[in-house]
Protein backbone atom coordinates (compact mmCIF):
# COMPACT_ATOMS: atom_id res chain seq x y z
CA UNK A 1 0.00 0.00 0.00
CA UNK A 2 1.35 3.85 -0.90
CA UNK A 3 2.10 6.16 1.33
CA UNK A 4 0.58 9.25 1.96
CA UNK A 5 2.77 12.82 2.79
CA UNK A 6 1.74 13.92 5.92
CA UNK A 7 0.20 17.20 4.18
CA UNK A 8 -1.74 15.94 1.48
CA UNK A 9 -4.71 17.54 0.74
CA UNK A 10 -8.17 15.18 1.58
CA UNK A 11 -8.78 14.78 -2.46
CA UNK A 12 -5.89 13.52 -2.55
CA UNK A 13 -6.20 10.60 -0.14
CA UNK A 14 -9.32 9.82 -1.24
CA UNK A 15 -8.03 9.36 -5.01
CA UNK A 16 -5.60 7.24 -3.75
CA UNK A 17 -8.05 4.99 -1.79
CA UNK A 18 -10.44 5.09 -4.96
CA UNK A 19 -7.69 3.83 -7.09
CA UNK A 20 -6.31 1.13 -4.32
CA UNK A 21 -9.91 -0.03 -3.89
CA UNK A 22 -10.14 -2.73 -6.05
CA UNK A 23 -6.53 -4.24 -4.56
CA UNK A 24 -8.04 -4.45 -1.50
CA UNK A 25 -11.31 -5.64 -2.07
CA UNK A 26 -9.50 -8.77 -3.84
CA UNK A 27 -7.31 -8.90 -0.92
CA UNK A 28 -10.03 -9.27 1.35
CA UNK A 29 -12.06 -11.74 -0.71
CA UNK A 30 -8.40 -13.65 -0.77
CA UNK A 31 -8.74 -13.80 3.06
CA UNK A 32 -12.55 -14.22 3.08
CA UNK A 33 -12.24 -17.79 0.76
CA UNK A 34 -9.04 -18.93 2.70
CA UNK A 35 -11.38 -18.48 6.28
CA UNK A 36 -14.27 -20.39 4.87
CA UNK A 37 -12.24 -23.58 4.10
CA UNK A 38 -11.29 -24.03 7.85
CA UNK A 39 -13.33 -25.48 10.26
CA UNK A 40 -15.04 -23.86 12.88
CA UNK A 41 -13.06 -24.43 16.44
CA UNK A 42 -14.68 -27.58 17.67
CA UNK A 43 -16.64 -26.88 21.05
CA UNK A 44 -18.27 -30.51 21.23
CA UNK A 45 -21.72 -29.46 21.91
CA UNK A 46 -24.97 -31.15 21.32
CA UNK A 47 -25.60 -31.33 17.71
CA UNK A 48 -23.09 -29.94 16.49
CA UNK A 49 -21.80 -32.05 13.06
CA UNK A 50 -19.08 -33.81 12.23
CA UNK A 51 -17.51 -36.16 8.97
CA UNK A 52 -17.37 -39.71 9.17
CA UNK A 53 -16.63 -41.27 5.26
CA UNK A 54 -17.88 -38.09 3.78
CA UNK A 55 -21.09 -37.71 5.72
CA UNK A 56 -21.50 -35.24 8.75
CA UNK A 57 -23.37 -36.80 11.63
CA UNK A 58 -24.55 -34.94 15.14
CA UNK A 59 -23.45 -35.62 18.63
CA UNK A 60 -25.44 -36.40 21.68
CA UNK A 61 -23.65 -36.02 25.01
CA UNK A 62 -25.79 -38.20 27.49
CA UNK A 63 -25.74 -38.07 30.91
CA UNK A 64 -25.32 -41.96 32.15
CA UNK A 65 -21.80 -42.86 31.63
CA UNK A 66 -22.45 -46.50 32.38
CA UNK A 67 -23.64 -46.36 29.16
CA UNK A 68 -20.66 -45.42 27.35
CA UNK A 69 -17.61 -46.82 29.68
CA UNK A 70 -15.56 -47.15 26.24
CA UNK A 71 -15.77 -43.39 25.68
CA UNK A 72 -16.75 -42.31 22.40
CA UNK A 73 -19.62 -44.44 20.20
CA UNK A 74 -21.33 -44.27 16.98
CA UNK A 75 -24.46 -45.42 17.08
CA UNK A 76 -28.43 -45.21 14.72
CA UNK A 77 -26.18 -42.40 13.18
CA UNK A 78 -25.53 -40.38 16.23
CA UNK A 79 -22.01 -39.74 17.33
CA UNK A 80 -22.76 -40.35 21.45
CA UNK A 81 -20.56 -38.97 24.44
CA UNK A 82 -20.61 -38.78 28.08
CA UNK A 83 -20.96 -34.95 29.16
CA UNK A 84 -18.33 -35.55 31.33
CA UNK A 85 -16.32 -36.19 28.82
CA UNK A 86 -16.81 -33.70 26.42
CA UNK A 87 -14.32 -31.51 27.80
CA UNK A 88 -11.79 -33.63 25.97
CA UNK A 89 -13.89 -34.44 22.95
CA UNK A 90 -10.89 -33.88 20.42
CA UNK A 91 -9.43 -36.98 22.28
CA UNK A 92 -11.81 -39.06 21.91
CA UNK A 93 -12.93 -37.85 18.34
CA UNK A 94 -9.36 -38.90 17.28
CA UNK A 95 -9.08 -42.35 18.89
CA UNK A 96 -12.27 -43.28 17.30
CA UNK A 97 -11.18 -41.70 14.13
CA UNK A 98 -7.67 -43.86 14.38
CA UNK A 99 -9.80 -46.98 15.54
CA UNK A 100 -12.22 -47.18 12.32
CA UNK A 101 -9.91 -46.11 10.01
CA UNK A 102 -7.88 -49.02 10.40
CA UNK A 103 -11.16 -51.20 10.57
CA UNK A 104 -11.81 -49.27 7.33
CA UNK A 105 -8.66 -50.23 5.56
CA UNK A 106 -8.82 -54.35 7.09
CA UNK A 107 -11.83 -54.44 4.52
CA UNK A 108 -10.44 -52.41 1.73
CA UNK A 109 -6.76 -52.43 1.69
CA UNK A 110 -6.03 -56.08 0.01
CA UNK A 111 -8.74 -55.49 -2.99
CA UNK A 112 -7.40 -51.91 -3.78
CA UNK A 113 -3.71 -53.57 -3.40
CA UNK A 114 -4.89 -56.17 -5.79
CA UNK A 115 -5.95 -53.61 -8.21
CA UNK A 116 -2.59 -51.70 -7.75
CA UNK A 117 -0.53 -55.27 -7.90
CA UNK A 118 0.99 -53.85 -4.99
CA UNK A 119 2.05 -56.26 -1.67
CA UNK A 120 1.39 -54.82 1.13
CA UNK A 121 3.04 -55.77 4.90
CA UNK A 122 1.25 -53.76 7.14
CA UNK A 123 -1.26 -50.51 7.35
CA UNK A 124 -1.99 -47.75 9.85
CA UNK A 125 -4.15 -45.02 10.67
CA UNK A 126 -2.44 -42.42 12.92
CA UNK A 127 -1.13 -38.36 12.93
CA UNK A 128 1.02 -38.00 9.80
CA UNK A 129 0.48 -33.71 10.16
CA UNK A 130 0.05 -32.28 7.21
CA UNK A 131 0.05 -35.15 5.13
CA UNK A 132 -3.09 -37.36 3.85
CA UNK A 133 -0.52 -40.37 3.36
CA UNK A 134 2.26 -41.95 3.73
CA UNK A 135 3.95 -45.35 2.44
CA UNK A 136 8.11 -46.78 3.27
CA UNK A 137 9.83 -49.49 1.50
CA UNK A 138 8.60 -52.59 3.43
CA UNK A 139 5.24 -51.89 1.91
CA UNK A 140 3.43 -50.85 5.18
CA UNK A 141 0.64 -47.70 4.25
CA UNK A 142 -0.13 -44.80 6.66
CA UNK A 143 -2.98 -42.61 6.51
CA UNK A 144 -3.85 -39.57 8.38
CA UNK A 145 -6.81 -40.56 10.81
CA UNK A 146 -8.53 -37.65 9.36
CA UNK A 147 -8.48 -39.48 6.05
CA UNK A 148 -11.58 -41.43 7.56
CA UNK A 149 -13.43 -38.21 7.53
CA UNK A 150 -13.58 -37.63 3.67
CA UNK A 151 -15.82 -39.03 1.39
CA UNK A 152 -15.14 -42.81 0.74
CA UNK A 153 -14.36 -42.18 -3.05
CA UNK A 154 -11.04 -39.79 -1.95
CA UNK A 155 -10.45 -42.54 1.15
CA UNK A 156 -9.89 -44.45 -1.90
CA UNK A 157 -8.15 -42.59 -4.17
CA UNK A 158 -5.47 -41.59 -1.02
CA UNK A 159 -4.78 -45.55 -0.62
CA UNK A 160 -4.47 -46.16 -4.71
CA UNK A 161 -2.04 -43.25 -4.35
CA UNK A 162 0.05 -44.61 -1.53
CA UNK A 163 0.02 -48.28 -2.74
CA UNK A 164 1.45 -46.94 -6.18
CA UNK A 165 4.84 -45.57 -4.13
CA UNK A 166 4.82 -48.68 -2.88
CA UNK A 167 6.82 -49.54 -6.58
CA UNK A 168 7.60 -45.81 -7.29
CA UNK A 169 8.74 -43.54 -4.68
CA UNK A 170 8.62 -40.40 -6.20
CA UNK A 171 5.89 -38.04 -8.41
CA UNK A 172 7.74 -38.93 -11.63
CA UNK A 173 6.52 -38.72 -14.65
CA UNK A 174 6.17 -42.82 -14.24
CA UNK A 175 4.44 -42.42 -11.07
CA UNK A 176 1.71 -40.33 -12.58
CA UNK A 177 1.33 -42.46 -15.36
CA UNK A 178 0.80 -45.48 -13.58
CA UNK A 179 -1.42 -43.78 -11.04
CA UNK A 180 -3.79 -42.45 -14.10
CA UNK A 181 -4.42 -46.52 -14.92
CA UNK A 182 -5.92 -47.06 -11.55
CA UNK A 183 -7.14 -43.58 -10.60
CA UNK A 184 -7.59 -41.86 -14.02
CA UNK A 185 -9.39 -38.71 -12.24
CA UNK A 186 -6.65 -38.21 -10.22
CA UNK A 187 -6.17 -34.50 -10.63
CA UNK A 188 -9.56 -34.07 -9.62
CA UNK A 189 -9.10 -36.10 -6.69
CA UNK A 190 -5.97 -33.67 -5.79
CA UNK A 191 -7.66 -30.18 -6.55
CA UNK A 192 -10.78 -31.33 -4.15
CA UNK A 193 -8.79 -31.95 -1.82
CA UNK A 194 -6.97 -28.37 -1.97
CA UNK A 195 -10.50 -26.91 -2.39
CA UNK A 196 -11.99 -28.96 0.48
CA UNK A 197 -9.11 -30.85 2.54
CA UNK A 198 -9.25 -28.25 5.37
CA UNK A 199 -13.25 -28.69 5.96
CA UNK A 200 -12.10 -32.13 7.55
CA UNK A 201 -10.75 -31.57 10.63
CA UNK A 202 -11.11 -31.33 14.18
Not at 3 to 24: A, G, Y
Not at 59 to 72: N, P, V, Y
Not at 128 to 140: D, E, I, M, T, V
Not at 149 to 159: A, D, E, G, Q, T
Request: proline residues 4%.
Amino acid sequence: MANVPENSPDSEIQQLLKTREEWLHSKLLIKEQALAKEPFPRQYLPGEGFFYLGKKYRLKLLKDEALLLDGLRFEKEWFLLPESMAENGKKYFINWYKENGRKWLANNIEDLAKLVGAKINDFDVLDLGYRWGSCNQSGKIMLHWRSTMLPVKVLRYLVIHELVHIEIHNHSPKFYAKLKKFAPNYEDMENWLKENGARYNL
